[in-house]
């Protein structure tokens, strides 16, 4: 069941355990478009901090990261929604054809003006003072540039890094082939898939579902919503495909 995070921005984020050693997290108040999923995963030597939300409200006290054990933060893609808060972590990884632009996190790569026209883009103002207009994205450059096939080790977990183009050209997905654990960014969600933004590819996308089609898992944490097993995940792939066609 969801529950409330303590601590300074009481109601800002939710959580719930979602799996062996995986939270989930997401901010309630942010317009469902830009209401994305960080998940925490718990490594026996390094921690795993997937995506980071909007930035709105500081992640990290939420997270109750340990200090005496590394912390890797895995950006799946640089869309706003999901690096709003990866400046706050000292060591960051994201796809090479995307890793240039992290230093920067321009506007026109993060797509953050979209946010700041977004009518209604929170139920819930984060702080007194705050207005869409504050939101701009903290530079956040990468300590590791990941390729297709990279693996992301935790002391327990083997993360293969999938490169999965199509929503934006260096989308990434993680998946723990021994456990069945999918954390699938936004290649794949309930809901309309998004192919139509800067940078997002149709050819590149129906490629991306027709390698989702074969890839074997238990279940994918998304980039959005809840996580979905292979099933219905093959169903949106299939949709999708069928639409695009």
């Keep these: 069941m969801p529950v409330t995070a303590p601590g300074e921005a009481s109601d800002w984020f939710s959580y719930e355990a979602v799996g062996r050693g995986i939270t989930r997290i997401w901010e309630p108040h942010v317009h469902p ?3 994305s999923n960080i998940f925490r ?29 590394p912390v890797l933060a895995v950006a799946t893609h640089i869309h706003v929604d999901h690096v ?12 090479r054809h995307e890793a240039a632009l992290f230093a920067a ?28 207009q504050s939101v701009q994205v903290r530079p956040a450059p990468l300590a590791r540039i990941l390729d297709e096939g990279d693996s992301i080790e935790t002391g327990d977990r083997s993360l293969r890094v999938l ?21 699938a960014g936004d290649a794949i969600y309930r809901g309309r898939l998004i192919d139509d933004l800067p940078g997002s590819d149709v050819q590149a996308y129906r490629k991306t579902m027709q390698r989702l ?19 219905e995940l093959r169903s949106i792939a299939r949709a999708y495909l069928d639409s695009s066609s």
């Design 163 to 183: 490169h999965l183009p199509g929503h934006s050209p260096g989308s990434i997905g993680l998946l723990d082939e021994r456990s069945g654990d999918f954390f």
């Design 84 to 95: 709003g808060g990866l400046s706050e972590f000292e060591t960051r990884a994201g796809h």
């Design 33 to 35: 478009y830009f209401r």
């Design 105 to 132: 996190m321009a506007d026109e790569h993060t797509l953050a003006h979209l946010f700041r026209a977004q009518p209604e883009a929170v139920a819930r103002s984060p702080t007194r003072a705050w207005s869409p």
């Design 213 to 231: 089609l074969q890839i074997e898992f238990n279940r994918a944490y998304c980039g959005h919503g809840e996580p979905i097993d292979q099933n």
């Design 41 to 69: 995963v718990r490594g026996h030597d390094v921690d795993l901090v997937i995506d980071a939300g909007m930035g709105l409200v500081p992640l990290g006290p939420v997270l109750n990261l340990p200090s005496t054990k």
